[in-house]
């Protein structure tokens, strides 16, 4: 049973920049995709980002293109998020995620099974 825990979240103004982490324990996620997932207040959990088991390909959600960066350190067991221009409708609990079966793609939210317990993001006006 894997463990996932999300950090470093937080407040920030519009058009600032964070970075979350994903932590890993009870699996080696070297075998495994990851992703990133957040849900609004009053909205369903939505796909943002993931990124293959080998880290050679990565998905995103539109909106997010150009803006977010999807990484891993397999030696860290750790996934990350870079989050840059951000702006007030990114506003939300952002969720990782490990792929249930391992070496896949990535490419389909509906594989993801584990979850952590999300992290705060709140961007201001």
């Known amino acids: 049973q894997v463990q996932l825990v999300e950090s470093g979240g937080g407040l920030v103004q519009a058009g600032g920049s964070l970075r979350l982490s994903c932590a890993a324990s009870g699996r080696t996620l070297s075998r495994y995709a990851m992703g990133w997932f957040r849900q609004a207040p009053g909205k369903e959990r939505e796909f943002v980002a993931a990124?293959?088991?080998?880290?050679?390909?990565?998905y995103y959600k539109d909106s997010v293109k150009g803006r977010f960066t999807i990484s891993r350190d397999n030696a860290k067991n750790t996934v990350y998020l870079q989050m840059n221009s951000l702006k007030p409708e990114d506003t939300a609990v952002y969720y990782c995620a490990a792929d249930g079966t391992p070496y896949g793609l990535g490419s389909n939210p509906a594989d993801f099974r584990s979850w952590g317990q999300g992290t705060q993001v709140t961007v201001s006006s």
């Open positions: 990124i293959k088991w080998s880290g050679s390909s990565t």
